[in-house]
């Protein structure tokens, strides 16, 4: 059912004056007595040894890099190392509530946050759990290298297990928790709840989002936890997570047992510093990070100031937090207040502040503070917080000594001919029914579906008996082809959502889900703000969480607000976390024409460029449905290019036309559309139709016989059909809509010229659009390839056609002019 909110005038236009809330700044109070009662001496001691533990973990690291040694161990860390050194209240403050259900994301400075979150884990599980965990993990190599000769029982164990995983990992080794794919930036430890951590400033923000929703969902307990910089507050993933995060949809649309919005904090910790831009008084207005939750939603995010120096103000902080996002009530946000004594990086200068400053915070250092209070409470004597710092110290040795030897930790990769372990890790290649048991939530079944019904009237393939096509509104369309392919695997798999703009009601831009919004609860079907980023990077934080995602790009152009997400999150995650993540997403672009510069370009070059992604361009409904079914089973970050000229069209090639059941097109298999001798021509996405029109040519005026293969994929994609069709014909022209400079296709160019060069009798020939913007409707014929630009093409370049007049210039000449304009 379409939704019904009202936008009344008489409400909307009505005078009035809008109230915000205080905001609490720094508002703990409470004494140790309470403290004692609440956590117990043991927690809270336990809390300082987990500070010390970072502390010196990250003194460890400032010490390598700075002097090439820590404690007479020398070694030569090449890497990055942003140190966290005077942050460690906030981040064990914040996971001392945690349970392992609950995930914190972060950032290029979360060494102590996985710490913290695995300490925090360590302490609280059972002793059985720990060493299940310990022992399944990677096939027990970590545990393998730390439990050589321990005496020590699980728990201590456990420390060790967790410090040695993340070293290992900073320092590139196959032990570590990534294999040392994700290194000091990237690690993270899922298993206790320590999620990824993005190089990528404020990366962390829409994926977390992503998380939540997945949570809420999928009905899984727990909260999430975005922890970002100050400095990063400012970046365009936070604001549109935010924004994603605070849709009212989830109260006024959503069915209430779903449990309202997704449990989802933001928290900020605040150094008042980026790099060295300072956020207090410099590069930002808000004067307090906490101010920026007031105007997002009625509920101000329920935002406040802690004072991140004490732990326990921060562990309050949280733990009432959470209990609002549990209750479906959030998002919340907390500007957490901290300082780093240690610089960016270890070569950082501190240029941008005074000795007079960090010599301020220091003096009121959170590790020397909290021991104080300690001891003035009664909690601990002095000599057993001494004890603590010599344990640590020692243990750092000892993890240091095993993380540094490359006979106990060696590389995962080495130069040279032989396996291909990297490699191997950029894709998982499973294929997966569906991603959880329970029944799909649907609110209609599939037969009852009324586009369902309509379609079953319609001819499913292209051609009728009468050997002439159907008309479009008779015919199972590339549109109705995606639908079905959509349809199905949201009724097996009930972890499956898609999500958008103008997804529901509308149909998503181009009305492939029409039908879907009677089909589907709101929270597998849903519109999100205008928020690129966030759809894309929601769905990769859903995804890694073990849920299949479909976000949808209305145009193939809004990529660019959807780059990071797409350059450096989704394709990268599996690799990085050395399969540790899967990342079942489906994004579908559509490519169009007619619309001008800003909402007609191929980027399918883009794509191609990015490791760890699949791309796929189907161009019939046939290859539509299979790609897609094909897509949707696997566990594979895919792009999914559909053209808007194609989108209308019937299958013309496979006999019988679309199949009404479920099949798949075999992974990265080009299609041989119409066989010949003569020359090849190789399309990828609608040029197909263009090419075939220049074979009818070629036939009837040349008497030349050109074998036409659809690419199809683009990624991974099997050149052996082309090589073969190109040793048989001995000439290959390429064509696609891209524009032709850094096109895809120049790099299949370049593999057919060296896997077939023997058998060419003339070079490889690219016909692309224009390297100009794409011009109104009216005058496109002469930005994208026609039919006779082929013709042309392979006159000037490929194969002289007797008699042939040419009515564009393709000329080497020609190519060489452009390329000296630049265009
Ligand atoms: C998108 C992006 N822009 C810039 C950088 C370079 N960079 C790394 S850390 C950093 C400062 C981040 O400041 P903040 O978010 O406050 O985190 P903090 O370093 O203080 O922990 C910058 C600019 C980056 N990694 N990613
Ligand atoms: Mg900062």
């Given amino acids: ?56 973990f990250e003194t460890m690291l400032n010490t390598i890099k700075i002097k090439g040694a820590y404690q007479g161990i020398a070694y030569d860390h090449m890497g990055p190392a942003h140190l966290s050194i005077g942050q460690e209240s906030a981040v064990v403050g914040q996971c001392m509530p945690l349970g392992i259900e609950d995930f914190i994301f972060g950032s290029h400075r979360s060494h102590g946050e996985i710490i913290a979150k695995c300490l925090s884990a360590v302490g609280k599980l059972p002793d059985a759990q720990l060493s299940s965990v310990m022992e399944g ?24 297990f967790v410090l040695y995983g993340v070293l290992a990992e900073i320092f590139g080794r196959a032990n570590g928790f990534n294999k040392g794919l994700g290194g000091s930036m990237h690690a993270f430890f899922a298993p206790f709840g320590s999620m990824p951590n993005n190089a990528i400033v404020g990366g962390s923000g829409d994926i977390s989002v992503g998380a939540a929703l997945y949570k809420r969902i999928n009905r899984k307990p727990g909260i999430v936890i975005g922890n970002i910089g100050d400095g990063s507050s400012a970046c365009g993933p936070v604001w549109e997570a935010i924004m994603v995060s605070a849709m009212d949809q989830y109260r006024t649309l959503w069915p209430k047992e779903v449990g309202g919005a997704p449990p989802i904090l933001f928290n900020f910790f605040n150094n008042f510093y980026g790099m060295g831009g300072q956020t207090l008084g410099e590069t930002m207005g808000f004067k307090v990070l906490a101010r920026i939750g007031a105007g997002v939603n009625p509920e101000q995010m329920h935002a406040e100031r802690v004072d991140g120096f004490n732990p326990l103000a921060v562990a309050d902080a949280i733990e009432r937090k959470k209990k609002i996002l549990l209750a479906g009530k959030g998002p919340a946000l907390l500007d957490v207040v901290t300082y ?49 710092q010599k344990s640590v110290s020692e243990r750092m040795k000892r993890i240091t000594e095993l993380a540094v030897s490359l006979e106990i930790s060696p590389r995962i990769a080495v ?186 370009q191929d980027w399918t070059s883009l794509i191609a460029h990015l490791p760890g992604l699949k791309a796929m361009y189907p161009a019939t409904p046939y290859d539509a449905k299979g790609m897609l079914n094909l897509a949707l089973r696997g566990t594979d970050p895919v792009v999914y290019f559909e053209s808007q000229r194609l989108y209308d069209i019937g299958e013309m090639f496979v006999p019988g036309g679309v199949p009404a059941g479920y099949y798949e097109v075999p992974e990265g298999e080009p299609a041989v559309r119409r066989t010949g001798s003569d020359i090849t021509i190789v399309t990828v996405g609608s040029t197909l139709y263009r090419a075939l029109a220049a074979a009818d040519v070629l036939a009837e005026k040349y008497g030349l016989s050109a074998e036409i293969i659809d690419a199809r994929f683009i990624n ?86 007797p008699g042939h007049t040419v009515s564009t210039n393709q000329s080497v000449g020609e190519m060489l002019r452009r390329n000296r304009a630049g265009v």
């Fill in 1 to 56: 059912m379409p939704k019904s909110i009202l936008v009344d005038p008489r409400e909307v236009r009505a005078a009035g004056t809008l109230s915000f809330t205080d905001i609490p700044l720094n508002a703990y109070v409470s004494s140790a007595k309470k403290e004692i009662a609440k956590y117990g001496k043991e927690t809270m001691v336990r809390m300082y040894r987990d500070m010390a533990v970072i502390r010196e």
């Fill in 137 to 160: 993990y990677m096939g027990g190599a970590a545990l393998g290298v730390v439990s050589r000769g321990a005496k020590a029982g699980v728990k201590d164990l456990a420390i060790d």
């Fill in 340 to 388: 780093r004594y240690s610089g960016h990086s270890p070569s950082d200068a501190s240029s941008y502040r005074t000795k007079e400053e960090v010599a301020l915070w220091q003096d009121m250092d959170c590790i020397k503070s909290y021991g104080e209070y300690l001891v003035e409470n009664k909690v601990a004597v002095a000599a057993e917080l001494d004890a603590i």
């Fill in 415 to 600: 130069p040279g001919i032989g396996p291909d372990p990297i490699g191997g890790m950029m894709f998982s290649n499973g294929n997966v029914e569906k991603m959880d048991d329970r029944p799909a939530e649907m609110l209609l079944p599939v037969e009852q579906n009324p586009r369902v019904i309509a379609n079953a009237k319609k001819s499913r393939s292209g051609i009728g008996p009468d050997g002439k096509p159907v008309a479009k509104s008779q015919v199972i369309s590339l549109r109705d082809a995606i639908f079905e392919a959509v349809l199905h695997r949201f009724s097996i798999d009930p972890t499956m959502v898609a999500f958008g703009e103008e997804n529901r009601d509308w149909g998503g831009a181009f009305a492939v889900y029409r039908g879907l919004t009677e089909a589907l609860p709101y929270h597998r079907l849903f519109n999100t703000s205008i928020s690129e980023g966030a759809i894309v990077g929601a769905a990769v934080g859903y995804a890694l969480c073990g849920g299949r995602a479909v976000p949808e790009l209305m145009y193939c152009d809004f990529l660019g607000r959807s780059g990071d997400e797409v350059f450096n999150q989704v394709c990268k995650w599996q690799s990085m976390s050395a399969g540790v993540l899967k990342m079942p997403l489906v994004l579908r672009v559509s490519v169009g024409s007619k619309y001008g510069a800003q909402h007609s």
């Fill in 716 to 801: 991974p994609l099997n050149y052996a059909p082309i090589v073969d069709s190109v040793k048989k014909t001995g000439r290959c022209v390429l064509a696609s809509d891209a524009c032709e400079r850094g096109s895809f296709l120049h790099t299949m160019a370049s593999n057919i010229s060296q896997m077939a060069f023997d058998s060419l009798d003339a070079p490889v020939a690219v016909v692309g659009a224009r390297n100009w913007i794409t011009p109104a409707a009216e005058m496109e014929d002469t930005f994208f390839p026609q039919t006779e630009w082929i013709l042309d093409t392979i006159h000037e370049r490929v194969l002289p056609l």
